[in-house]
């Protein structure tokens, strides 16, 4: 197990490991490539990486980060292709402490048990492919970059349609074709992941969501809790 700090814009060179690897973090967003896909990671998502795969990682942001080092006859419960994997309180409980506790080596009966539950709750078949998923289709792309660079634009659908030369059903067809969801559902995403960046910088719960464009705090409470599993002042505690 290792734990390290990344700096802002820290990039890991193309590589592959003997072992598979899943790697966590807190406080930011983990950008990796591997298998010619685009994976984002936030704190309630691990990115799991099999023995051999060649990966490249990236994070705008500061974070902190754990990888655990998994050998590959440990592994056969594992997914065979980098997946997402949802992180479960248990794990996140696990890896806290041995956080606290600079432990990078079970070495005692009762962290070697540890270990193993940490095995058993990430060895999942219940995994993303994507959690905002790219394209690089022709009247997608310039679309979600637009979007990722301002999450809060409110540009429909059939606006972009008209921007692209296209039609408004002909990109919802695209969308769910390259990106397995609705629109309206990949920007709730990006703005999932925008809110967690204005939660880190500290503003309060009700003025992120007066940011995003709800009227009270309640609906946003609803979608991050949809996504992270916890409310986002328990997100804003973990931080602290």
């Known amino acids: 197990m290792n734990f390290e700090a990344f700096l802002s814009n820290t990039e890991t060179r193309n590589h592959s490991h003997p072992w598979g690897q899943v790697q966590l973090i807190s406080g930011g967003i983990l950008e990796m490539e591997a298998q010619g896909t685009r994976f984002l990671a936030p704190p309630h998502l691990a990115i799991w990486v099999p023995a051999g795969v060649m990966h490249t990682s990236y994070n705008r942001k500061p974070l902190s980060y754990c990888s655990l080092n998994i050998a590959q006859q440990l592994t056969a419960h594992f997914p065979s292709c980098t997946s997402l994997i949802k992180i479960t309180p248990i794990v996140s409980s696990i890896i806290d402490d041995f956080r606290s506790r600079k432990v990078s080596i079970a070495h005692s009966v009762q962290d070697k048990r540890l270990v193993q539950v940490l095995l058993d709750q990430l060895a999942t078949r219940d995994i993303q492919h994507h959690f905002l998923p790219s394209s690089d ?103 602290r």
């Not at 009227?215 to 992270?228: G, L, T």
């Open 137 to 239: 289709n022709k009247y997608l792309a310039q679309i979600l970059a637009a979007v990722e660079e301002n999450p809060l634009d409110n540009t429909s659908l059939a606006k972009w349609a008209e921007k692209v030369h296209t039609t408004e059903r002909t990109l919802a067809r695209h969308c769910q074709s390259e990106l397995g969801m609705s629109f309206t559902e990949w920007r709730l995403r990006v703005r999932y992941l925008y809110s967690m960046e204005l939660l880190r910088k500290g503003h309060s719960v009700k003025e992120v969501a007066l940011t995003l464009g709800y009227r009270q705090a309640s609906p946003f409470i609803a979608m991050f809790k949809k996504y992270a599993g916890h409310t986002p002042e328990q997100y804003k505690s973990k931080l």
